[in-house]
């Protein structure tokens, strides 16, 4: 009797063993997948992520490429976002593959100081390969924790004082998401861009090597919401609060909306420039863009 009872018991177990095990590792992956466990979608997007770091970048500047790179790996998604819109019609079949975007540097007009506060960075234009700002400082932790960026001197004093502002207005900027990029990374940046959507298209939203603003020094994306480098950014308070002050503190926004035709970029609302105080509340009054403003400025071509 007491025999036939331990029997019965020791099946009991069994069973509940068995059903357990069965749920753990049947039913809860479906349910939560458990970290470690990549879903396609993840695995996909980490391999965008990760596929534009090269192993040619300098060791000091690693981090703040990798920022770079997946800063502008959103920057697809506002182009991506502008197409859906409508807004502009351009012939992204023309842009695929496409080497010979008839882009040529040698007739491009060489930028003689890219110190120069109200330097004309434009795709007629270029920077020096060599050019480097000498005045690089780093950006506090506070604008971004996780990379090492660098801003000139004075365009982070002036970023610093703007930041305490919004501050005082109940805005919290959140964080810069890119900032000096040197001409070797934009360099690595556009090929990658251009491997993948055709040279005129990656054009659109990233600028040749030579022909960024972020490699001026004195250029930022701000970010940090969930829609960073996307045109949604206007909306958000930190975007409202940029685009109606940030003259104030010298920064302006260099591509606005609805501006393409001129400025060669897509709307971009997280993207402003250092130009100084008195220049850009002057830009401001002009109701212009800053490309059409510093074409009025003098400008010296080497
Ligand atoms: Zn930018």
């Not at 859906?84 to 695929?96: K, M, P, R, Y």
């Not at 970023?159 to 934009?186: C, H, K, M, P």
């Not at 600028?207 to 950014?233: C, I, K, M, N, W």
């Amino acid at each position: 009797m007491q025999g036939s009872l331990m029997l019965r018991l020791l099946v009991l177990i069994v069973i509940v063993s068995v059903i357990s095990v069965g749920f753990v590792f049947g039913c809860l992956p479906e349910r939560d997948p458990a970290p470690g466990i990549i879903t396609e979608d993840e695995s996909a997007a980490e391999q965008e992520v990760d596929l534009p770091v090269s192993g040619d970048i300098e060791d000091d500047e690693t981090a703040n490429d990798l920022e770079d790179q997946t800063g502008d790996e959103a920057e697809e998604e506002e182009q991506d976002q502008v197409s859906e819109g409508g807004e502009e019609t351009v012939d992204s079949s023309s842009g695929a593959g496409d080497g010979g975007s008839g882009f040529n540097r040698d007739s491009l007009k060489v930028i003689a100081d890219g110190n120069y506060l109200l330097a004309l960075v434009t795709k007629e234009t270029t920077l020096k390969s060599d050019y480097k700002p000498s005045d690089l400082r780093q950006i506090p932790s506070y604008m971004n924790p996780s990379y090492t960026m660098y801003l000139r001197a004075e365009a982070l004093e002036k970023l610093e004082q703007l930041w305490a502002a919004a501050e005082a207005d109940g805005v919290n900027l959140l964080g810069i998401r890119s900032a000096y990029r040197s001409y070797s990374t934009q360099d690595s940046l556009f090929r990658d861009y251009a491997g993948r959507h055709g040279e005129e298209q990656a054009n659109r939203f990233s600028a040749r090597p030579g022909q960024s603003e972020h490699q001026l020094g004195t250029t930022v994306d701000f970010g940090g919401t969930a829609v960073d480098f996307q045109a949604a950014y206007a909306d958000t308070g930190q975007g409202r609060w940029l685009a109606d002050n940030a003259h104030l503190y010298g920064f302006v926004m260099s591509y606005p909306a609805g501006k393409e035709h001129i400025t060669g970029y897509i709307f971009e609302p997280w993207h402003y420039r250092y130009i100084g105080v008195g220049n850009a509340m002057e830009w401001k009054q002009s109701g212009k863009t800053l490309k059409e403003f510093l074409e009025e400025k003098p400008q010296m071509f080497e």
